[in-house]
């Protein structure tokens, strides 16, 4: 456990984390992957061209150095990036590994500002950091509804709007008719907003890619469901979304881990009418909340809900229908669409509408993200009243 000397001396380095965290992430980064390639199965190749991964490492890093006489205070951003390393099933060996090349990157950034004496509480303070995350994940290991990735099958491939895919997956079976390791759909408890994670093996890239999609239902009649969208925006190819819908097929195999996220409706709320539920999306974001919708309203369908989706046009409208019954069910509802091709715009301007108090959900692209959120926080509505889950690392949008 760090010293009180050497809190000090951690705290003494905010200022130099707050100017140069990103380049020190970038370097641990490259010089990692360099020594260990086969952590690259691992890590989001995507995020970690566009910066992602370095912004929200810096951001946690700089977080535990403010915070290190009282890491309990970051409990809450330990637990949505413990939920994304269970999912990814980074385990204990990992933290040492991680610890000295975050070491080594802050020498090679920082070169003789970084002395022994910082470079020694860092050391202390980190294997502090390492040993809270090492136990809350070590929960969420123990609380998994299966272990590692386990087999599926592929039951049903449904094409529900343009380039977005909703794959419906069972437990493969063994020709004995047993499953790997027992999993029973009809026991199985999912929440909506969590995810699952998919590992994959593309043919045109040198390692394993592994992504989080978030489900559609909490329903497991015709199996799991999550929804995935084709990405080639941007002259960006997305390696693991194009080659599902490209390469999976009904009947092929599928490797998934089990359910995991902390964006879920707060459950002291689903029973009340004086606080509305509302439910913002865009894109593909519309499925974690498409599965808040069906849970809210199969809970509680008096409780005023205010739905709100942003896309290109009808044609990539998705969930339409779904939608559209589940709001039909419900006793107290506003229903807001908005097509970029026809100059809609959930703005700022709509944003203003919505009542305090509110319980809010958002899930969209990072810029649909921020602007969401930015707007709504400018609007004065709490934190606590503002739930997100972006594609992407959380910490990165401030978290």
Same mark, same amino acid.
């Given at each position: ?62 977080? $535990? ?8 205070? +970051? ?10 390393? *269970?999912? +990814? ?15 080594? $990157?802050?020498?090679?950034?920082? !070169? ?80 909506? !907003? ?35 969208? *084709? ?19 009904? !009947? ?16 002291? +709320? ?12 865009a894109g593909v974001g519309i499925t974690p909340v498409l599965a808040m919708l069906e849970t809210q309203i199969h809970s509680n369908p008096n409780r005023p809900i205010i739905w709100a989706y942003a896309c290109q046009n009808n044609a990539h409208h998705a969930f339409a229908d779904e939608v559209e019954q589940l709001l039909a069910q419900a006793d107290n509802v506003e229903k807001h669409i908005f097509y970029s091709e026809d100059g809609q715009r959930l703005d700022d301007t709509w944003l ?48």
């Amino acid at each position: 456990m760090a010293t009180q000397e050497h809190i000090e001396i951690v705290k003494s380095t905010i200022p130099v984390l707050e100017e140069h965290g990103t380049q020190i992430t970038k370097v641990f980064y490259k010089n990692m992957f360099a020594d260990h390639p086969e952590l690259l199965d691992i890590f989001n190749k995507t995020n970690q061209q566009q910066g992602r991964q370095q912004t929200a490492l810096a951001m946690t890093v700089l977080a $535990a150095a403010k915070h290190i006489e009282n890491l309990a205070v +970051l409990l809450p951003q330990v637990k949505q990036i413990g939920h994304k390393h *269970r999912a +990814l099933q980074i385990q204990p060996e990992h933290y040492p590994i991680v610890g000295k090349y975050l070491l080594g $990157a802050i020498k090679e950034v920082l !070169g003789d500002a970084a002395t022994d004496d910082i470079i020694e509480a860092w050391a202390d303070a980190y294997n502090d950091i390492a040993s809270v995350f090492i136990q809350v994940e070590k929960q969420m290991y123990a609380n998994a509804a299966w272990q590692g990735f386990v087999p599926f099958t592929v039951s049903n491939k449904q094409i529900i709007a343009t380039d977005i895919a909703v794959f419906y997956v069972k437990p493969k079976t063994n020709n004995d008719n047993h499953t790997q390791q027992a999993i029973d759909l009809d026991k199985l408890t999912l929440n909506a !907003g969590q995810y699952i994670t998919v590992k994959t093996h593309p043919a045109d890239s040198d390692n394993l890619a592994l992504r989080h999609y978030s489900l559609c239902s909490t329903n497991t009649d015709n199996g799991i469901s999550f929804a995935v969208r *084709r990405d080639n925006r941007n002259a960006h190819h997305g390696l693991v979304s194009n080659y599902l819908h490209d390469n999976v097929n009904i !009947g092929d195999e599928i490797l998934l881990s089990a359910p995991a996220g902390d964006f879920q409706l707060q459950p002291e +709320l689903i029973t009340q009418n004086n606080i509305p539920l509302v439910l913002i999306s865009a894109g593909v974001g519309i499925t974690p909340v498409l599965a808040m919708l069906e849970t809210q309203i199969h809970s509680n369908p008096n409780r005023p809900i205010i739905w709100a989706y942003a896309c290109q046009n009808n044609a990539h409208h998705a969930f339409a229908d779904e939608v559209e019954q589940l709001l039909a069910q419900a006793d107290n509802v506003e229903k807001h669409i908005f097509y970029s091709e026809d100059g809609q715009r959930l703005d700022d301007t709509w944003l203003a509408s919505l009542p305090k108090p509110a319980d809010v959900y958002v899930c969209g692209s990072m810029p649909f993200m921020e602007s969401i959120i930015d707007g709504l926080h400018a609007l004065e509505h709490g934190k606590d009243s503002v739930h997100y889950e972006p594609f992407g690392p959380k910490m990165s949008l401030g978290g």
